[in-house]
Nanobody, 127 residues
Framework: HVQLVESGGGSVQAGGSIRLSCAAS??????????LGWFRQAPGKEREGVAY???????KYAPVVEGRFTISRDDAKGTLYLQMNDLKPEDTAMYYC????????????????????WGQGTQVTVS
């Protein structure tokens, strides 16, 4: 069990940057062993995966954000980050962080249903 709290969302003009953070607390499982992910959900759309990082440092990105977004983690601080650059209006969404005991092996890309722990979300609006 772990509690996740996102922060850093806001409004920005197209081409701008935002850095999201996700702080974990109360974990009964070593935080460093979690696979962590960022998801987003726009109104009327399904929740989609944006970026993932597992306990071994394997990283995967959704094609639509690769080259613009960077996921990272600081296990000592129990914090996950998402640096978002060159933001586009279509990046507007509620952004959620998630954690689960997964490994990003081979071609496997986890979906929302594969993660059991979620934050409440932080809104990002790009105009």
């Amino acid at each position: 069990h772990v509690q996740l709290v996102e922060s850093g969302g806001g409004s920005v003009q197209a081409g701008g940057s935002i850095r999201l953070s996700c702080a974990a607390s109360g974990s009964t499982y070593p935080y460093s062993q979690y696979c962590l992910g960022w998801f987003r959900q726009a109104p009327g759309k399904e929740r989609e995966g944006v970026a993932y990082i597992d306990s071994e440092g394997t990283i995967k990105y959704a094609p639509v954000v690769e080259g613009r977004f960077t996921i990272s983690r600081d296990d000592a601080k129990g914090t996950l980050y998402l640096q978002m650059n060159d933001l586009k209006p279509e990046d507007t969404a509620m952004y959620y962080c998630a954690a689960e005991g997964l490994g990003l092996y081979g071609d496997y890309v986890p979906g929302a249903k594969d993660f059991g722990y979620w934050g409440q979300g932080t809104q990002v609006t790009v105009s």
